[in-house]
């Protein structure tokens, strides 16, 4: 078996104080960043995806999306959260780091939708690794995370997911038990 921790935005825009902020994911993010020094040798890699937006996103409220402006390209928000980073670098982790949400008219929750991160993604998994298992943990378990497991099931169809769901943060708990519905119901996804 062949397995990989894969990051979702695990950005300072997410955390208790951020502009986007999720209820509970600066704790969250405080248990990933023990789970890797804990767990992260295992994994034969770590990818970390960030949303790396222009100020001209669609998704933004100020240009008719649905949220504040955040992880607006080079600020402080769009910075990985440095407790991961020093967890990564204490265990001396094999990482990349993957980016999403690049081009002003695109919404991108899944990292998948990035064309240039998505073919990097699939190529480490299935040329460079041959991975069967991917574990899933970051913010939100139900926008980023969800998007990015549901279509990681269609780019990476022999992959099997494991959303670690007391690492991932939501913003709504309609949203999420939508998507732990969705993982109750696949045989390629489970819950831990």
Request: net charge negative.
């Amino acid at each position: 078996m062949t397995k990989i921790l894969l990051l979702i935005d695990c950005q300072y825009d997410f955390l208790d104080n951020g502009k986007l902020a999720v209820n509970g994911a600066t704790a969250a993010m405080d248990k990933l960043a023990q789970f890797i020094i804990e767990n992260g040798p295992a994994y034969d890699k770590i990818i970390l995806t960030t949303d790396w937006h222009p100020f001209t996103h669609c998704s933004f409220k100020d240009n008719g999306g649905m949220w504040p402006v955040h992880c607006v390209q080079h600020s402080k928000g769009a910075a990985i959260y440095e407790p991961i980073l020093e967890a990564l670098n204490k265990i001396k982790a094999d990482y990349i780091v993957l980016r999403k949400g690049v081009n002003e008219d695109h919404e991108e929750y899944s990292i998948f939708k990035n064309g240039k991160s998505c073919d990097k993604l699939i190529a480490i998994c299935e040329e460079q690794f041959k991975v069967t298992d991917v574990d899933v943990a970051g913010i939100a378990y139900d926008y980023c995370v969800a998007n990015s497991v549901k279509d990681g099931l269609r780019g990476l169809p022999h992959v099997n997911f494991h959303v670690i769901k007391d690492l991932c943060p939501a913003i709504a708990q309609d949203t999420a038990d939508k998507f732990t519905n969705f993982i109750e119901n696949s045989e390629r996804v489970c819950l831990g």
